[in-house]
């Protein structure tokens, strides 16, 4: 059974800290990972999207991306009160029909 | 305006009653997909379709029936026999793009009463 696993949280940071969320996963197969930002009662939306091993940018977020030792993060630099939700992983294997496998997600609460 | 709509936003059943939920895309997109997502659990497929004419059960497809007539459309038909049917149910959609990431639709909530 692939499974992708997170910590369910809920992880509480102060404003302006830096938050990090972390992944694993368990099919070494696996290719591409993503993170999606979903509020209460919305739609997850896409965050950012990692293929290579290291480090990946995209304004205040930053993911990693760690193949040898199956995990993939997601730090979110000076938090947000708006940046409260919870965080999902995803993950795709090469051979699996262009499915996602998810995660069940990570709440964040980030405080004024 | 591009995207994914999902309709109706709320809706509510009567128990033993068939319902379907429609979505819709017009961002050309080959692949579409249904989720299903209750409280404290992730997102768990339902079907998935490929191309036009197409479409596998994902992990809890009974209860479920789709169809795949046109590549804009991949409605969903909640049946009687699904046993526990309230929930948040996603459409999403996948393209060729360099990512290829799921995009989402707004969602229906469905209620079973």
């Known amino acids: 059974q692939k499974e992708v696993e997170q910590n369910s949280g809920p992880l509480s940071v102060p404003e302006g800290a830096i938050a990090s969320l972390n992944c694993t996963y368990s099919?070494?197969?696996?290719?591409?990972f993503f993170w999606y930002r979903q509020y209460s009662g919305k739609s997850p939306e896409l965050i950012m999207f990692?293929?290579s091993n290291g480090d990946k940018e995209d304004g205040r977020f930053t993911a990693q991306l760690n193949k040898a030792s199956q995990y993939v993060s997601l730090l979110i630099r000076d938090s947000q009160p708006s940046d409260s939700a919870t965080y999902l992983c995803a993950v795709e294997n090469a051979g699996n029909n262009r499915k996602l496998i998810w995660g069940l997600g990570t709440s964040l609460a980030v405080n004024p | 305006d591009g995207g994914i709509t999902q309709s109706p936003k709320y809706l509510f059943r009567k128990e033993g009653q068939n319902v379907t939920l429609s979505c819709e895309q017009n961002l050309n997109h080959d692949a579409m997909y249904w989720y299903r997502q209750d409280p404290g659990q992730g997102l768990r497929l339902i079907y998935y379709?490929?191309?036009?004419?197409?479409?596998q059960k994902g992990d809890i497809a009974e209860g479920y029936s789709v169809s795949r007539e046109k590549k804009e459309s991949f409605p969903l038909t909640v049946t009687s026999a699904q046993k526990n049917p309230t929930a948040f149910y996603l459409c999403?959609?996948?393209?060729?793009?360099?990512?290829?990431?799921?995009?989402f639709g707004p969602g229906t909530r469905l209620t079973v009463l």
């Open positions: 999403a959609t996948r393209g060729r793009t360099i990512g290829n990431e799921q995009f």
């Open positions: 990692i293929y």
């Open positions: 379709s490929q191309i036009v004419n197409d479409f």
């Open positions: 099919d070494r197969g696996s290719q591409s």
